[in-house]
Nanobody, 121 residues
């Protein structure tokens, strides 16, 4: 059973930085798409940044210039480097991936369990 395992959340002061990591546990064939979403209390889950297998990236306007998504293909790991953090970045951050577990099956969407990021002084 494949799962997406996240790490790196925590409490940080405004203006600080954090790095989130996400990697699938279990055997996979390929990653078609992988990225990060977040959900603040009382709000809908929203896209933060995504990475496609072609190498293109997509960012929410609210994080452009402050957050950077990157990947380590050898480790099948995606990172979200967050800088200049603001209180409004406080949310549960979820890793999302469209993964193929076999060459002959379509991709399946997976979600991580979520990691809390709190920006507060």
């Amino acid at each position: 059973q494949v799962q997406l395992v996240e790490s790196g959340g925590g409490l940080v002061q405004p203006g600080g930085s954090l790095r989130l990591s996400c990697a699938p546990s279990g055997s996979i064939f390929s990653i078609l798409r992988m990225g990060w979403y977040r959900q603040a209390p009382g709000k809908q889950r929203e896209l933060v940044a995504t990475f496609t297998s072609s190498g293109s990236t997509n960012y929410a306007d609210s994080v452009k210039g402050r957050f950077t998504i990157s990947r380590d293909n050898a480790k099948n790991t995606v990172y979200l480097q967050m800088g200049s953090l603001k209180p409004e970045d406080t949310a549960v951050y979820y890793c999302n991936g469209l993964l193929k577990t076999r060459w002959d099956t379509p991709g399946t969407v997976y979600w991580g369990q979520g990691t809390q990021v709190t920006v507060s002084s």
